[in-house]
């Protein structure tokens, strides 16, 4: 018999964590019960809140639930490799706590692998409950990812999906420190199918992500994936080099010809202002690859497990 793991990493989910728990029950696992062995692996994710014990109590009443948690919060991208380094199944779900991933939608991912695909993946039909702007930032990054770099992150793809065992093993080959999900899963290939997934309100609780996390998180995407922005002081210098000896032999032609100028005041500082900010533009795209090296030399461990209950 095959086995399914269900990863939930979960942070501060104590409203909504049993209802999650029943769903998944009753939409889920009582139907594939009959072919397929199972098991739940929650990730808590340094929860300050009851989640912890909540999650005890639910393991005490069914023992295919298992806990990993973790010394603190590390962040969903730690806990989703914590879930694929220790769980056991041949088939992997990946999916948030809060219900936005609808649980039946799993019987179509079996469909889906059945078929003989190596993923299933959900992609966001709409952005129904989301504001226009986020909408609009969000379409523009994943134009950026796309055309900054090889990997192809499609438009509205989420971490609710389901891998065979061998991608699995595949994405845990990457062993780097800023984890980018989405562009790993893309990264590593596979013959996947999308299935589209209408967007769910949040059961209950709260969104851990605000405006700024977005923006860094869309940042830190195009940083892991591509060396783009790299390039762009090479561009922007070329693009200023031009114009500047265009300006040297317009003045050197005006000074022949009609004597010398008083140089302008405005024209100066307006361009010394100028170079001045691509410079600095320039270093600081630096130093975001810079910082990145420096964490990834360091080859901290991704996260930390506190309490292991099997
Ligand atoms: N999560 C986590 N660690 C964090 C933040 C979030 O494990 O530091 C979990 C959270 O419990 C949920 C999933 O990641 O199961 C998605 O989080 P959230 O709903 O806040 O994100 P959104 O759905 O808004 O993208
Ligand atoms: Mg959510």
Same mark, same amino acid.
């Given at each position: ?11 501060? *989910?104590?409203?909504?964590? *049993? ?51 973790? !010394?603190?919060?590390? =962040? ?8 694929? *380094? ?9 999916? @948030? ?58 438009? =509205? ?33 596979? @013959? ?64 022949? %010809? ?12 307006? !361009?010394?202002?100028?170079? =001045? ?25 991704? %996260? ?7």
């Amino acid at each position: 018999m095959q086995k399914i793991s269900i990863i939930v990493p979960c942070y501060n *989910e104590e409203e909504v964590i *049993e209802l999650f728990n029943e769903e998944i029950h009753n939409k889920v696992i009582e139907k594939i019960k009959n072919e397929f062995e199972y098991e739940v692996l929650f990730i808590d994710d340094g929860s300050k809140d009851k989640t912890l014990s909540k999650l005890k109590e639910m393991k005490k009443k069914d023992e295919n639930i298992r806990i990993i948690s973790f !010394s603190r919060n590390f =962040g969903k991208e730690s806990a989703m490799y914590a879930g694929l *380094e220790n769980c056991q199944g041949d088939l992997v779900v990946i999916m @948030d706590a809060d219900l936005q991933h609808p649980p039946e939608k799993i019987l179509e991912m079996i469909e889906g692998i059945k078929e003989g695909f190596d993923v299933v993946t959900t992609v966001r039909k709409d952005r129904k409950g989301e504001s226009k702007i986020r909408n609009l930032l969000s379409r523009q990054f994943y134009r950026i990812m796309h055309g900054s770099s090889k990997v192809e992150v499609k438009q =509205g793809a989420q971490d609710f999906r389901m891998m065979k065992r061998q991608v699995v093993d595949a994405i845990l080959e990457l062993k780097e420190y800023n984890r980018f999900s989405k562009g790993i899963f893309s990264w590593v290939g596979f @013959d996947t199918k999308y299935i589209e997934v209408t967007n769910h309100e949040r059961a209950a609780g709260k969104s851990k992500w605000n405006f700024f996390s977005l923006f860094r998180y869309a940042k830190e995407g195009i940083i892991s994936f591509s060396t783009m922005p790299l390039k762009i002081s090479i561009i922007a210098g070329l693009i200023i080099s031009a114009i500047a000896i265009i300006l040297g032999i317009q003045v050197l032609i005006q000074t022949l %010809y009609q004597g010398q100028d008083v140089p302008g005041y405005a024209s100066t500082i307006i !361009s010394v202002l100028f170079i =001045g900010g691509v410079q600095l533009i320039s270093i600081g795209i630096l130093s975001e690859y810079i910082a990145k090296m420096y964490m990834e030399i360091k080859n901290r461990p991704k %996260y930390i497990i506190k309490d292991k209950i099997d």
